[in-house]
């Protein structure tokens, strides 16, 4: 079974920064696509960064291009959310999720593994 577990949320001046991690574990676990989603209560969840894994393209919404930088890790099946210049409106559970099939979407109906979520403050 796969298992995606992200690290690195915390409470945060307006302006700082935030390293979030996954790690994902599990058999045969070869995704095409990773990203990070966050979500705050009552709103609908927003795609943030997402990497094709094969290929190392990167996409990130307007709204943090600039500020925030997917990669993966040196070991297996890592991936890293660098977060520069938050701001209030970042404040949201930040999710991993990653996809087995091709193609690489904000669609997270489309994702079939999902971390538990990692809570980023910004004040």
């Known amino acids: 079974e796969v298992q995606l577990v992200e690290s690195g949320g915390g409470s945060v001046q307006a302006g700082g920064s935030l390293l979030l991690s996954c790690a994902a574990s599990?058999?045969?676990?070869?995704?095409?696509?990773m990203a990070w989603f966050r979500q705050t209560p009552g709103a609908e969840r927003e795609g943030v960064a997402r990497?094709?894994?094969?290929?190392?393209?990167?996409y990130y919404a307007d709204s943090v291009k600039g500020r925030f930088t997917i990669s993966p890790g040196n070991a297996t099946n890592t991936l890293y959310l660098q977060m520069n210049g938050l701001k209030p409106e970042d404040t949201a559970m930040y999710y991993c999720?990653?996809?087995?099939?091709?193609?690489?979407?904000?669609?997270?109906?489309?994702?079939?593994?999902w971390g538990q979520g990692t809570q980023v403050t910004v004040s």
């Open positions: 990497i094709a894994t094969g290929s190392g393209n990167t």
């Open positions: 599990g058999d045969s676990f070869s995704p095409y696509c």
């Open positions: 999720a990653a996809k087995t099939s091709w193609g690489c979407t904000w669609s997270g109906a489309a994702y079939n593994y």
